[in-house]
């Protein structure tokens, strides 16, 4: 007797879509039936007219627990997280205090514990005065990456000079985990930011300027020659510009960067590095600033039209390897204190619940097909940060981790419904293709028609090594 079986499910995987009874057992995927095959079950999902999908898997959250729960908390982001068809979040260490030391970030896993409605991993984060041990016993604590900020942010975590990248990356690239880098160049961002700005115009405009893809494209370059010198495998935060694109692809694709020959594409010294990008990335040109002012303000800003032609591209094709939400929420009055002034308002934008139908968007819109949502927002994250297969997979042996969407139901986007306490998105009234209608997290409902169902029960996960 099995526990639970779904029937007549249309599953869709990276491999493309197959026919099949899904049996759980235990919280896992126990087996994929041939349609109208025997078997015996408590409890029967039918599935007919639906999709099944791998629960997403976002490789960057940010939950503001703890400290800064007035703007999100594990449990409203996770609760969002839900509705949305999200079952994992990687979440990063930007709280207060920062997830610096392995103590903290026992601690944080202690918040999580009994709050949140998904699983959830940590991130984090390593600076120049992070010792080598420190970053040794946060790797086994569980920390799922390591993350290393160029620009934007606060002193003295913020990685300014070369031999202070190089000593970061040495001390993660001995433990064998991910760093996660955030691009940037902050004297170019210190170079083109103009203050004082207290018009509308004018200050929207200048927030555009103040980070041009330049800045993004130079800490790139850093960023690569850095991991290849310090054999560190490295994972790119927020890809958003063509130049940037350009940047990472030249020196990803050289092989050898110490000045001997390369045996090419297979070489060692190859950088092992992947990659992001957000759906606002893919989906919001720099205009939605100019005319929705703060809800649009997000770092790194809003890039042009041709920026997100080629970010499309890049993901459709393999070459930028993942889809992650950068889920940085803020409260409606926080943001509100830039409608005149955007310099006053924080950056950031909620992303969890609008995530999975944006991505039916895009495949509605031809600009990616199932297959390749199914890669980039399930798969590659769970594979680059060690979840595999547990995480992202429809695979006999996953956890029975799901998503039920049904396609015969457009959803339209609203503010109003929104779980996160940012209370808003820039996709405020975006209809989309289809409702995201049930979430199971290890076989259990944990979501059904937009409400979160049952208590909490997401745990913490640590990377396979």
Do not use: Y
Request: contains cysteine; aromatic residues 2%; negative net charge.
């Amino acid at each position: 007797m099995h526990d639970l079986a779904i029937t007549s499910a249309t599953l869709v995987t990276s491999s493309g879509r197959r026919h099949a009874t899904i049996v759980i057992d235990e919280g896992r995927i126990s087996a994929l039936l041939a349609p109208g095959a025997a078997f015996d079950a408590r409890e029967v999902i039918d599935a007919s007219g639906l999709l099944v999908l791998p629960g997403l898997v976002d490789a960057h959250v940010h939950l503001r627990d703890p400290g800064l729960t007035h703007k999100e908390d594990f449990a409203s982001g996770t609760a969002a997280a839900a509705v949305g068809g999200i079952t994992t979040v990687m979440v990063m260490p930007t709280d207060r205090p920062m997830t610096t030391t392995a103590a903290l970030l026992e601690a944080k896993r202690h918040l999580g514990e009994g709050r949140a409605q998904v699983d959830f991993a940590l991130q984090a984060l390593v600076g120049p005065g992070t010792e080598p041990g420190e970053v040794e016993r946060l790797a086994a604590a569980g920390a799922i990456s390591f993350e290393l900020f160029l620009a934007d942010m606060a002193s003295p975590m913020q990685v300014n000079t070369g031999a202070e990248l190089l000593a970061c990356l040495r001390a993660v690239a001995a433990t064998g985990r991910v760093a996660g880098i955030s691009a940037g160049d902050e004297s170019i961002v210190a170079a083109h930011t103009q203050t004082g700005m207290h018009e509308q115009a004018s200050s929207r405009e200048a927030f555009l300027r103040s980070r041009p893809a330049v800045a993004e494209a130079m800490g790139l370059a850093r960023a690569l020659i850095a991991a290849q010198a310090a054999g560190a495998r490295v994972h790119i935060r927020q890809m958003s510009s063509a130049q940037g694109l350009a940047v990472l692809e030249g020196l990803r694709g050289t092989g050898s960067l110490d000045g001997e020959p390369s045996a090419g594409p297979s070489d060692a010294t190859r950088i092992d590095v992947t990659s992001e990008v957000t759906p606002h990335n893919l989906l919001l040109d720099e205009g939605f600033v100019k005319v929705l002012g703060p809800v649009a303000k997000v770092l790194p800003p809003l890039r042009r039209a041709h920026d997100l032609a080629c970010l499309r591209t890049a993901l459709r094709e393999g070459r930028i390897d993942m889809v992650a939400t950068d889920h940085a929420p803020h409260l409606p009055a926080e943001k509100a204190a830039g409608e005149v002034d955007l310099a006053l308002a924080p950056g950031g934008l909620a992303g969890l619940q609008t995530w999975l139908p944006l991505m039916l968007s895009m495949v509605s819109d031809r600009l990616l097909d199932e297959s390749t949502l199914v890669r980039v927002c399930c798969e590659a994250p769970a594979r680059r940060f060690g979840l595999w297969p547990r995480k992202g997979s429809l695979e006999p042996g996953a956890d029975a981790d799901l998503v039920l969407i049904d396609p015969r139901r457009p959803l339209t986007i609203r503010n109003a419904d929104q779980l996160s306490r940012a209370a808003q998105t820039p996709f405020d009234g975006r209809q989309t293709p289809a409702t995201p209608v049930l979430t199971l997290l290890r076989g259990e409902v944990i979501a059904r028609e937009g409400k979160v169902v049952g208590s909490a029960h997401g745990r913490f996960v640590a990377p396979d090594v």
